[in-house]
Each structure stands twice: as C-alpha cells, then as structure tokens.
C-alpha cells in the first residue's frame, strides 16, 4: 500500500524568507513519482514540481525546490522568497503506475507581509 | 481555455436527488481520474479511465455512484440518492504522460 504523510498542517514564512514543507511517504514500488500540488482559496489545484524517483538529482522550479531522500522515503519541498501569492494549501502526492495518486492530508502555508 | 473544465462548479441538491456531473479532460489526454475532497483533507481516489477503459475504482465508490467515459473523451459522474455525507468537492485530472495530472476547478456538491 501507498501512503503519503505530511506531519504539518500549518505553517507560516515570512514575505521574502524561506520556507520547508516535509512529507514522507511508504511505498514498495521502485518506480514511482512524487509531487507537490498547490491548492490556493479558489480550490483548483496547481502543480509546483515533480520529482521521478528514478534520478537522483533534485527537481527545481524557479523558487521551488525539492529534497528527495529515497531512502528516507522523504520528500520536502523549499519555497525560496516567498511570496503572497505562495499562501495555500500544500499537498504532497505520490504515484507509481500513474492509475492513482495518493495524497497527504496537506500543509496550510500563510505569508506573513 | 484549454484546461481540464468541470461542470457545474457547485450544485446543491436535497438528500435522494440524483447528480450528474461532467469532465471534459485536456485534449488527448486518454487518462482521466475522479477524486473527493472534504474540508480539510487531502483528494481521496474515486475512479480512474484509460481512454473509455474503467481500469481502477475505489472501494469509496459505492453503488450509489457511477463514473463513465464514453468514447475515451468527456467523463460523467453520478451520484444515485445522494445523502449528507456526499457533500465534498469532486474533483477531476487528467493526464497524457504517467505520472503528471491537471486537475480541473472542481464541483462542489451540497446535500441539504
């Protein structure tokens, strides 16, 4: 079985600073794939990075950043200078085949101006 | 727009009405998933399709709901008697490379 855990649910940065979100996950795959997905107030639900558990180096998007620990089974996403359009709802997600994801229970993230 | 689009974005219904909600998918993405989500938790998998194929379906899904695809294109979900406890955000993705889903805005159903 699939399981993804996100042990905060809050968290809070100020505007302009750094912020780590953690998840682990459990999975008995080799091949998997890992996300972060953003859901702001509106509720649709955004992709930020993607991370194929196969390479080894950390995916990157702009301010977004990902430490993958396979064996750790961790998965954490850094939010360098943040921003107000950063506060949302943090979700760390987890596929193998692609025929389903599993999603953590979320991080609410706010930015403090 | 050329987004995962769902319709409605919200329906309120009474408890035994039946719903029908619809996905249309990014062009040519022949994945397409339903997905639940409550206040406060993460999207709980409902169903996934493979073109027209319904490959997967959560043990959530009781009779009461029915998901199709016909033709591998647009995505239908219903809700057969619908009670309280329905009352949640369905959400739907879809996908063309494994591993990478878009999901839509979402409908949001209450049950009164």
């Known amino acids: 079985a699939q399981t993804v855990t996100q042990s905060q649910p809050e968290m809070s940065v100020q505007e302009a600073e750094t912020v780590t979100l953690s998840c682990t996950y459990d999975?008995?795959?080799?091949?998997?794939?890992l996300f972060w997905y953003k859901q702001p107030p509106s509720r649709q639900m955004i992709l930020v990075i993607r991370?194929?558990?196969?390479?080894?180096q950390n995916a990157t998007e702009n301010r977004f950043s990902v430490n993958f620990q396979k064996a750790a089974k961790s998965f954490s996403l850094k939010i360098s200078d943040s921003q107000l359009g950063d506060a949302a709802m943090y979700f760390c997600a987890l596929t193998n085949t692609g025929n389903q994801f599993y999603f953590g229970t979320g991080t609410s993230l706010t930015v403090i101006p | 727009d050329t987004g995962v689009s769902q319709d409605p974005r919200h329906k309120i219904t009474k408890r035994g009405q039946n719903v029908t909600f619809r996905c249309d998918p990014i062009?040519?993405?022949?994945?397409l998933y339903w997905y639940r989500q409550t206040l406060g938790q993460g999207p709980e998998f409902l169903t996934y399709?493979?073109?027209?194929?319904?490959?997967?379906k959560s043990r959530l899904l009781s009779d009461r709901f029915s998901a199709e695809r016909p033709k591998g294109s647009f995505s239908t979900l219903e809700i057969q008697r619908t009670e309280q406890g329905d009352s949640a955000m369905y959400l739907c993705a879809s996908s063309f490379v494994p591993g990478l889903a878009f999901f839509g805005q979402g409908t949001r159903l209450t049950v009164v």
């Open positions: 999975t008995s795959e080799s091949d998997y794939y």
């Open positions: 399709f493979q073109n027209e194929a319904q490959l997967e």
């Open positions: 062009s040519e993405h022949n994945r």
């Open positions: 991370q194929e558990a196969y390479k080894q």
